[in-house]
């Protein structure tokens, strides 16, 4: 299995952050028995994020995308993926409800710009996050740049 893990963000490119989740994210497959086989860092730029996002697709059978889940202008993994794919963004009111709920077990009240975390490209799955507020799964074939409709 050919894995790639795509890490985004300005500050990972310049290096104001030092990458450790790549690291962690890798050595956590190695101990399963998978291999990464690449690893792309991309600012946050649109144009350039989708390219990465084509390009993986075309050579991995597996993409891990770190960065770009949350909820400001800069967080585009979302909307990037679903471009990458074909499909719309569609509000996901389960992940939606539970965000909410997870800000209110704190105390706090749930900014509108979170509403934007609850987006997910059309047939994503989500992926459980008891910690935080990024959640979602999505299967992409790259023979054929479909979602999650392609049984390939």
Same mark, same amino acid.
């Given at each position: 299995?050919?894995?790639?893990?795509?890490?985004?963000?300005?500050? !990972?490119?310049?290096?104001?952050? !030092?990458?450790?989740?790549?690291?962690?994210?890798?050595?956590?497959?190695?101990?399963?028995?998978?291999? !990464?086989?690449? =690893?792309?860092? %991309?600012?946050?730029?649109?144009?350039?994020? #989708? $390219?990465?996002?084509? /390009?993986?697709? =075309?050579?991995?059978?597996? %993409?891990?995308?770190?960065?770009?889940?949350?909820?400001?202008?800069?967080?585009?993994? +979302? =909307? %990037?993926?679903?471009?990458?794919?074909? !499909? +719309? #963004?569609?509000?996901?009111?389960?992940?939606?409800? /539970?965000? +909410?709920?997870?800000?209110? /077990?704190?105390?706090?009240?749930?900014?509108?710009?979170?509403?934007? $975390?609850?987006?997910?490209? =059309?047939?994503?799955?989500?992926?459980?996050?008891?910690?935080?507020?990024?959640?979602?799964?999505?299967?992409?074939?790259?023979?054929?740049?479909?979602?999650?409709?392609? +049984? /390939?």
């Amino acid at each position: 299995m050919h894995i790639e893990i795509i890490c985004t963000g300005d500050e !990972v490119l310049t290096g104001k952050i !030092v990458n450790t989740n790549f690291s962690y994210m890798s050595q956590k497959l190695e101990d399963v028995g998978l291999s !990464v086989k690449w =690893e792309t860092t %991309v600012g946050d730029d649109r144009e350039d994020l #989708l $390219q990465a996002f084509q /390009r993986a697709g =075309e050579r991995a059978d597996a %993409v891990i995308v770190n960065g770009g889940l949350g909820p400001t202008v800069d967080d585009l993994s +979302q =909307e %990037v993926a679903a471009q990458a794919a074909g !499909v +719309q #963004l569609v509000l996901n009111a389960e992940w939606l409800e /539970r965000m +909410q709920e997870f800000f209110s /077990r704190r105390g706090r009240t749930m900014s509108a710009n979170n509403t934007k $975390q609850a987006m997910l490209p =059309e047939g994503a799955e989500l992926i459980d996050n008891p910690v935080g507020t990024a959640c979602w799964n999505m299967k992409f074939c790259p023979a054929c740049c479909a979602s999650v409709a392609c +049984q /390939r």
